[in-house]
């Protein structure tokens, strides 16, 4: 087996598994940003004088519904932390002494026991590594996925933002019309 390799490996994952972690600030950051417009859209909506009431609310509600997508996908990204770990070098020093004991008392030599105890750490390198990359693989895909709906979500928004840009329009026009009708009324 080729010691170093595992290693090497091993170590390869667990930096990944940091990348992982600061790489779903991003789509938090954007989540939070959307999902703030969206509700002040929402809330600014002018809906009893509006002729867009209804696009506006199936629009606002699909991009609701991929914001809300991408919020399960980042929370499942964030609660997939099962990485398997080597044992700490005391356990490992302990395991090596017993190890060694072991052999001694069968007769063997120190020598068997190294090559016993590389071979045991090599495997456990390998269990943990495999497991650490499937882990990673997961978790990867679910800040991709999390991206993907947000991006997803941007389509809809931008659609009810220009129904709430449209509709605020005709309000302000609307309320100029009623000012000007109601001042020209009050000076005759």
Known sequence: MNSDLYREMYKFEWEQRTHLLSSINIPIAATVTLSTVLATMAFTFPYSKSSYKVEFMWTAILSLACLVTAIVFIFLSVLASEYTKIPP??????????LLQWHRNHGRTGKDARKDFAEAFDDALAVA???????NRFRGGCVYLATVFLCCAL???????AFHVVTSIQKSETERTEHICNRQLNLD
């Open 89 to 98: 070098a005391g356990a490992l020093r302990d395991h090596y002494k017993k």
């Open 155 to 161: 389509i809809p928004l931008a659609v009810a933002g």
């Open 129 to 135: 590594t495999d497991e650490n990359s499937t882990t």
